[in-house]
DNA sequence: CGATTTTGACCTGCGC
DNA sequence: GCGCAGGTCAAAATCG
């Protein structure tokens, strides 16, 4: 995927709204000194706003070109990514999405793009290498396996892995990613010494989507988050009905992750995981600067009422 | 007081 | 058939 294709980097920021409306320098008699005072206090105001304004824009510009770079470093580190899978897995290109079942083969799994299955070396003992197939046929399993009995469609429902990075002091267990979730279970898994936390859509059972949070054995600093099946709703800020419609809003809730998230959702499921994993990353690290994320506020409220004045 | 979380018990599928 | 492990249920506890 194309990282500019979801990123429009070309957005005005509209940080200066006023600019075409500056009041042009048209000398005009003046009859009494009242008056002139007054022209000078605006014409004052007016210079002191265009300084801001020059400011702003210097800031806009130079945000936009952040945003160009971290696309850049984005298409470089997925082209990368790609080379990598292609060079190392080449037959997993051939499969299709793999069904949720424990006799399923570990090699067909896609769902692991980093790290956390390859953390143990290759043996070629064949006992060895039966029992590290065995662990991360476990490890796989841990994070795919449903043993109710499943729907058709639930059969399809989407799995896709999501990591990201906490305090490994930080022991909730709640990845933040703009939906709501009821936590129905807790369970310590065999592999992994911190627990795995169960959590069902706030809006089920309309809502069928799940997700397991896990803290990485491997990387502590890591929590992984499974997400099964898609939500049938908009998240909790939206507002309800279509998912179009701005309603004249002038509240700005910046959900880059559940954005990204709908969008990666459209491809197949390995790079569906892949990309989620890239975007989380990014979008995590975004939304931790508090500029960026004011700037990009401040320039979708402009774009909305831009458009409800249009 | 309703919503949410915790946690032990129970269910289910799989391998032996 | 049995044991194991992951997943779910539901009563009790906790929170706001």
């Not at 007054?38 to 400011?55: F, G, I």
């Not at 499974?226 to 908009?234: A, D, S, V």
């Amino acid at each position: 995927m194309d990282g500019s294709s979801f990123l429009d980097i070309s957005l005005d920021l509209n940080t200066n709204p006023f600019s075409a409306k500056l009041p042009k320098k048209e000398v005009s008699v003046l009859a009494s000194t009242h008056l002139k005072r007054k022209w000078l206090e605006q014409d004052e105001s007016a210079s002191e706003l265009r300084e801001e304004l020059n400011r702003v824009n210097s800031e806009n510009k130079k945000l936009t070109e952040m945003l160009a770079r971290v696309c850049e470093s984005y298409n470089e580190l997925h082209n990368h990514l790609e080379k990598l899978q292609s060079r190392q897995s080449p037959e997993i290109e051939q499969t299709d999405i793999p069904i949720k079942k424990r006799k399923q083969d570990p090699d067909e799994f896609l769902g692991f793009p980093i790290g956390l299955s390859s953390g143990k070396t290759e043996n070629s003992s064949s006992n060895e290498d039966h029992h590290h197939h065995h662990q991360q046929h476990e490890q796989k399993n841990q994070l795919l396996s449903c043993k109710r009995p499943v729907t058709d469609s639930f059969n399809k429902a989407k799995v896709s892995t999501v990591y990201v990075p906490t305090e490994t002091s930080d022991t909730s267990l709640t990845v933040k990613d703009g939906f709501q979730w009821r936590k129905y279970g807790q369970k310590v898994t065999r592999d992994n010494p911190s627990p795995r936390a169960y959590f069902r859509c706030s809006f089920a059972p309309s809502c069928p989507v799940k997700k397991k949070v896990q803290r990485s054995a491997e990387d502590p600093s890591l929590l992984v988050a499974t997400y099964e099946g898609t939500h049938n709703h908009l998240g909790p800020n939206a507002s309800e009905g279509d998912a179009t419609s701005q309603g004249g809003s002038s509240t700005v809730t910046l959900d880059l992750v559940n954005g990204c998230h709908r969008l990666a959702l459209e491809k197949n499921e390995r790079d569906n995981t892949m990309q989620e994993v890239l975007i989380q990353q990014m979008a995590s690290s975004l939304t931790k600067d508090s500029k960026f994320t004011a700037a990009l506020a401040a320039a979708i409220s402009g774009r909305l009422m831009e458009q409800s004045r249009t």
